[in-house]
Nanobody
Framework: QVQLVESGGGSVQAGGSLRLSCAHSASGYYHWRCMGWFRQAPGKEREGVASIASDGTAKHADSVKGRFTISQDNAENTLYLQMNSLKPEDTAIYYC?????????????????????WGQGTQVTVSS
């Protein structure tokens, strides 16, 4: 059983900042966990924003590099996405996702089909 609950979305002006959180829980044993943030704007496909592995290895999409930072607090079972210098094109519903492996893997970034568990999403709106 895996539960993911996002929070922290909202409306900001361009240039502003937001921090998204994803509280997660999983029962059972796993060796390796990949978690990620995806976003989906109206009329567009879901796209990968950032992902992070159990060991903290992080990846960020080119469109957000230098502006967004993914991190995790394993003690608190919480995933974060710090978003700075927000642009109107960042407006979307942001989803937290997770997937689990029995061995160490290079975590995916762009393919949502590789993540098996999803939160309900949180809206981020950036106005110009």
């Amino acid at each position: 059983q895996v539960q993911l609950v996002e929070s922290g979305g909202g409306s900001v002006q361009a240039g502003g900042s937001l921090r998204l959180s994803c509280a997660h829980s999983a029962s059972g044993y796993y060796h390796w966990r990949c978690m990620g943030w995806f976003r989906q704007a109206p009329g567009k496909e879901r796209e990968g924003v950032a992902s992070i592995a159990s060991d903290g290895t992080a990846k960020h999409a080119d469109s957000v590099k230098g502006r967004f930072t993914i991190s995790q607090d394993n003690a608190e079972n919480t995933l974060y996405l710090q978003m700075n210098s927000l642009k109107p094109e960042d407006t979307a519903i942001y989803y937290c996702a997770a997937t689990y492996f029995s061995g160490s893997v290079d975590c995916p970034l762009t393919d949502p089909k590789r993540f098996g568990y999803w939160g309900q999403g949180t809206q981020v709106t950036v106005s110009s």
